[in-house]
T-cell receptor, first 112, second 113 residues
Framework: QKEVEQDPGPLSVPEGAIVSLNCTYSNSAFQYFMWYRQYSRKGPELLMYTYSSGNKEDGRFTAQVDKSSKYISLFIRDSQPSDSATYLCALILTGGGNKLTFGTGTQLKVEL | DADVTQTPRNRITKTGKRIMLECSQTKGHDRMYWYRQDPGLGLRLIYYSFDVKDINKGEISDGYSVSRQAQAKFSLSLESAIPNQTALYFC????????????FGPGTRLLVL
């Protein structure tokens, strides 16, 4: 079993839809939770991070962490074609020296 | 100019050849990382370095070696390339205080024939 599981998609939604992207993890020692966005033929870039259970909002994006269920989510409101990318969750272990453990990524396409 | 650059951007090589991928950064970060990305497997850590004198193996270091020539430069070598090393390779950097934020280069697409 992988430490971090993420549905690879692809996920196709119409413009304006609410998108939900999810990861599950198995090790309760993961402490920091991040979402990276990767456009085609580009390197990943950090979108959001949090280190506690609950919600964190940034514009149209909301990151949600449920440590009791070992489940993290990224919600995108009013999705735009420019949101079309691969979204990777990334986690850091307590005392893990800032080493990221990535999910496999979910490919999202927002259609006009 | 980009903060993290990688050369070459694309490379085709043959089995058994030695190749080097190079990474340079202008962010002034101490920490540098090499990852490979494969479809269905995501990003996996190959090696990382927290300063010029520090080199650490990651999840999948076999068949690879690295050199940290300076704070700003971190190179990855494949001593004898094999086809299953065909992948997309990324360099990343972070600083001590904001370590959870890693900044990635544009990637090197490597094909081993």
């Amino acid at each position: 079993q992988k430490e971090v599981e993420q549905d690879p998609g692809p996920l196709s939604v119409p413009e304006g839809a609410i998108v939900s992207l999810n990861c599950t993890y198995s090790n309760s020692a993961f402490q920091y939770f991040m979402w990276y966005r990767q456009y085609s033929r580009k390197g990943p870039e950090l979108l959001m991070y949090t280190y506690s259970s609950g919600n964190k909002e940034d514009g149209r994006f909301t990151a949600q962490v449920d440590k009791s269920s070992k489940y993290i989510s990224l919600f995108i409101r009013d999705s735009q074609p420019s949101d079309s990318a691969t979204y990777l969750c990334a986690l850091i272990l307590t005392g893990g020296g800032n080493k990221l453990t990535f999910g496999t990524g979910t490919q999202l396409k927002v259609e006009l | 100019d980009a903060d993290v650059t990688q050369t070459p951007r694309n490379r085709i090589t043959k089995t058994g050849k030695r190749i080097m991928l190079e990474c340079s950064q202008t962010k002034g970060h101490d920490r540098m990382y090499w990852y490979r990305q494969d479809p269905g497997l995501g990003l996996r850590l190959i090696y990382y370095s927290f300063d010029v004198k520090d080199i650490n193996k990651g999840e999948i270091s076999d068949g690879y070696s690295v050199s940290r020539q300076a704070q700003a430069k971190f190179s990855l070598s494949l001593e004898s390339a094999i086809p299953n090393q065909t992948a997309l390779y990324f360099c990343a950097t972070s600083d001590f205080l904001g370590g959870e934020t890693q900044y990635f280069g544009p990637g090197t697409r490597l094909l081993v024939l």
